[in-house]
């Protein structure tokens, strides 16, 4: 079986690429989908690729449609969705992808620092592992892969 894993949440280190990474030498049957983490580009897309706006929210308003065209499609396809949560910034994007796929029937594996236990704890319940680190992902991704 090929599973689909949608890699959502913070976009301030590597935590992608480890799990690329490890996809890769562990010869996993798993294909990766992620939003833009260009926060530039994610940003000013809506300007870019519409005109530009006079005002931020109109701004906002454009980029973050477009950018929901991604994540919704991502989120679809995924058999799996991995949201990480960072110790910068809050990270509502986040929490709203872990919603959707909580939602759509998605299976979820939520990884954060034990410091953000408490405030995830709505988000912790709804998941289907909560990990404490990306290794951990990685080791509930490789058993989920057993071939049985």
Request: charged content about 30%; aromatic content about 8%.
């Amino acid at each position: 079986m090929r599973y689909t894993l949608y890699l959502s949440g913070e976009i301030h280190t590597d935590w992608r690429d480890q799990i690329k990474r490890a996809v890769e030498m562990n010869g996993l049957p798993v294909d990766i989908l992620t939003p833009n983490t260009d926060h530039a580009s994610s940003d000013d897309c809506g300007d870019e690729l519409l005109g530009a706006e006079d005002k931020a929210f109109w701004k906002d308003h454009k980029a973050a449609k477009i950018n929901t065209m991604r994540h919704m499609t991502a989120l679809k396809r995924a058999d799996i969705v991995v949201v990480r949560f960072g110790d910068k910034y809050r990270q509502w994007n986040a929490a709203f992808d872990a919603g959707i796929a909580i939602a759509l029937g998605k299976s979820l594996i939520v990884e954060h620092a034990p410091e953000l236990t408490h405030p995830l704890k709505e988000i912790d319940a709804a998941a289907h592992a909560v990990a404490e680190n990306t290794d951990q992902v990685i080791e509930v991704l490789k058993y989920l892969c057993l071939d049985y």
